[in-house]
């Protein structure tokens, strides 16, 4: 059976000026918060890095998405800003994924493995007994606002097929329509960037995505 739907908002979306004030709009309608970190270097973009996330407060888990260049260098680092759960790209750790998704867990922190849309999900599948969570990206991660890649949905099924009771999280042109797409090929966590943060009604638009209907 398909755990319970998680619905997450992705901090790239908000004002990273006030993040704790942008934080505090949702905090009390999520389950667990977002956090995109990009080196400008695995990824065509820079964010923010531990020293930042020491300062982010949330009443909810905080789930760290290490798009970055040998993420290994900076597992202490994240949990000792207080990071929950760590997601790290197959594609940028590869044959040391096991090891890294180790150390992970050995610093108390859940380990999530994450896969770009051109990855075929059979590179990660020795890898499904080692983690708490599998992350699937429908935009090339970087940026925001992009628009969903249908043909992701596909390796949502095949993990939920192959571990019925993982966490199955989508990443990327997140809305109601395409949220609904995710939960039904068997996603059962929703990260959500401009969708949540740039709504009229933040907790409106987090409710259009708790009112998704969840396979039987």
Known sequence: MTPPLKIAPSILSADFGK????????DDHIDFLHVDVMDAHFVPNLTIGAPVVKWLKTKVPMECHLMITNPEKYLQDFSDAGADMITIHWEATRERTPHVLQQIRDLGMKPSLSLNPPTDVSEIESYLNLVDMVLV?????????QSFIGDCLSKVARIRELKPDLDICMDGGIKADTGQLAVDAGANALVAGSYIFKAEDRVAAIRSLRDLRMPE
Do not use: S
């Not at 990206?137 to 606002?145: A, C, D, L, S």
């Open 137 to 145: 990206m429908t935009v090339n991660p970087g940026f925001g606002g």
């Open 19 to 26: 993040l704790n004030e942008e934080i505090a709009t949702v």
